[in-house]
């Protein structure tokens, strides 16, 4: 069973730029596809970004197109999610999420293991 810790969050202006990571343990990082969440208190949790095993595939809400860029490292079990010209409606709680099959969606309850989250806040 994998576990995720994501990490990178904080305060950014609007038009700045965010990196965040989630470093997975206790499983065969390669074996995972991977996806990116977040969530506002009162709304539901939103699709970011997934990324397949070996990231050659990857697909993005359209609201971050050309904006945020996923990527992972299977040498450090570690995914990413490069975040630019950042607005304050993309504040959010940010969730890393895993899942053992061959899946790139968008569809939270597709993936099985979720990191706890890393707080991201634009201020206007």
């Known amino acids: 069973q994998v576990q995720l810790v994501e990490s990178g969050g904080g305060l950014v202006q609007t038009g700045g730029s965010l990196s965040l990571s989630c470093a997975a343990s206790?499983?065969?990082?390669?074996?995972?596809?991977m996806g990116w969440f977040r969530q506002d208190p009162g709304r539901e949790r939103e699709f970011v970004a997934a990324i397949s095993r070996t990231g050659r595939t990857t697909r993005y809400q359209d609201s971050v197109k050309g904006r945020f860029t996923i990527s992972r490292n299977n040498a450090v079990n570690t995914v990413y999610l490069q975040m630019s010209s950042l607005k304050p409606e993309d504040t959010a709680a940010y969730y890393c999420a895993a899942t053992d099959r061959y899946y790139v969606g968008g569809q939270a309850d597709s993936y099985d293991y979720w990191g706890q989250g890393t707080q991201v806040t634009v201020s206007s």
């Open positions: 206790g499983g065969t990082f390669s074996q995972y596809s």
